[in-house]
Each structure stands twice: as structure tokens, then as C-alpha cells.
């Protein structure tokens, strides 16, 4: 079993739809998570942290669920610019132990 | 301020062959990172640096891959012969370490790609 999974997709959507992706960790000691996002040949990038308590970015919505050892993303009202993969991300004890997920391939199409 | 900076963008070697990849990380960024890149999976570690001690190479593949960071900045990541099955995109990335604890975000170059005809 993997460290960190995700399902690959893609998600084909519509613009204006609500997305939601899950990623789950294997590690119940992992300490902190992230969402990347990578565009198409480029380099990943830090879209938003995960807190326990859930955290919001105008559209994006994360949540961590230590219990079940899930992390979500959910982005509202897709964007064609919300094209991209998102990658999962978790850190083990101090942080120094970065696993990313294969990531999670978005498509939003007018 | 600059981000992080690698070179070549893109290399093409045939197999056999060696080839060299070079990160300037973000000024003050003490911990560095090397990262392969397969299409459509994640980066994966290959070395991780706390200033120029490698703490974390135990997935660097060692009978043909080395890298250094002397006095603590700079990085060079060698393959040394390289392989068909190298083909990739090697990353690099830096991060903050602030009393003993990663801040977590890191910061990537555009990354280094590589073909292995």
C-alpha cells in the first residue's frame, strides 16, 4: 500500500461546478498536509495548508480527518483556470518527511 | 527574490553517458531537496540536505547517482552512467527550517528534464 493515494482521474467538470478530491495517508503519526497544485509541465506549487480544524480559501475548502487518515479538497464554482493536477502532500514528524500523492488530474471545461 | 533556480531546463544523452543537474535554492533556505519526477506520479525523494549534510539519501539509487551541496547552498545531482529508465524530471526544492521544524511549504525550480535516448 502506498504512503499517500489518490485517485489519478481525471475529473472532467463543467465550469461552475463543485469538485471535490480525497487523498488518504497510511502513516497515523503524519503530522502536518498540503495540497499542491502542478500546472502541465511546470513545477508543483503550495495551494493550501490543511489544518485539523479545516481551513477555507475563497473557493477551496480543505479538511483533514485524522480518524479515518483522509485529507479533502473541495473547490466551488470551477474555474477553467482550476485545470491542473493537485497533488497531496504529508509530512511525517518535523515535518521532514515529504510523501506527495500521484496526484489528482482536473479538467474544467466550458 | 528569486526563486529557485535550476540548470540545464532540458538535457538529452544517450545512455551510458553522464550528466549533471544544479539548484541554487531561495537565499536563507537551509534545507534542500532533490526530487524524480515520472509522468503522472508525484515527485519522489532522492536526497534531502540540512545545510550541507545529507540527512535523508536512502532512496538515492548510490551505484549511479551522487550529489553534494558544498558549504551548505548550492547542489549538484550527477548520474553517473545514466540509464534508459532515467528519463525523467529531477526536481529541486528548499525550505525553512525554523527551530528544528520544517514550515512545511516547499518551494521547486522548474525542474531539470531529462532524456535518455
Known sequence: RKEVEQDPGPFNVPEGATVAFN????????????WYRQDCRKEPKLL??????????GRFTAQLNRASQYISLLI????????????????GAGGFKTIFGAGTRLFVKA | EAGVVQSPRYKIIEKKQPVAF???PISGHNTLYWYL???GQGPELLIRYENEEA????QLPKDRFSAERLKGVDSTLKIQPAELGDSAVYLCASSLQRRGVNTGELFFGEGSRLTVL
Not at chain 1, 26 to 34: D, E, T
Open chain 2, 37 to 39: 519526477q515520472n509522468l
Open chain 1, 48 to 57: 493550501m495548508s490543511v489544518y485539523s480544524s479545516g481551513n477555507e480559501d
Open chain 1, 76 to 91: 466551488r464554482d470551477s474555474k477553467l483556470s482550476d485545470s491542473a493536477t493537485y497533488l497531496c502532500v504529508v509530512n
Open chain 2, 55 to 58: 540527512v535523508d539519501d536512502s
Open chain 1, 23 to 34: 487523498c488518504t495517508y497510511s502513516n497515523s503519526a503524519s503530522q502536518s498536509f498540503f
Open chain 2, 22 to 24: 544544479w539548484c541554487n
